[in-house]
């Protein structure tokens, strides 16, 4: 088992910025690829941001790509979402995801998910 527990979501103003921690415990959270999701109301989990297991390689869905970054820090245990010039459209509950023997780019792969943490870009 994993267990993953977000923070650091909130309110912010469009063109604002937010950091989204993700803390993992249970297995070796180094065998995990790690992915942040995000379900808007009305509308499916979709995925935002993926990293590997090392840490070497990204990848972000276009709707964030150059606003949005993932990084990890094995040693902490922990995957972070940097978001910056937030939009309304960002607006979602955020989760992170753990996925054992993919890319962490689909959520019907992800093994693992957090109880998720709400971010609202409003003015």
């Known amino acids: 088992q994993v267990q993953l527990v977000e923070s650091g979501g909130g309110m912010v103003q469009p063109g604002g910025s937010l950091r989204l921690s993700c803390a993992a415990s249970g297995r070796t959270f180094s065998n995990y690829a790690m992915g942040w999701f995000r379900q ?7 995925f935002v ?8 390689g ?9 606003r949005f970054t993932i ?12 978001m910056n010039s937030l939009k309304a ?4 509950v ?3 995801g753990a996925d ?6 689909s959520r019907t792969r992800v093994d693992y998910w ?3 943490t709400q971010v609202t870009v409003s003015s």
């Open 71 to 82: 990084s990890r820090d094995n040693a902490k245990n922990t995957v972070y979402l940097q």
């Open 40 to 46: 808007a109301p009305g509308k499916e989990r979709e």
């Open 100 to 105: 054992r023997n993919g890319g962490a780019t």
């Open 89 to 92: 459209e960002d607006t979602a």
């Open 114 to 116: 957090g109880q998720g």
């Open 94 to 96: 955020y989760y992170c």
């Open 58 to 66: 990204t990848l972000f869905a276009d709707s964030v790509k150059g």
């Open 49 to 56: 941001a993926a990293i590997s297991r090392s840490g070497s």
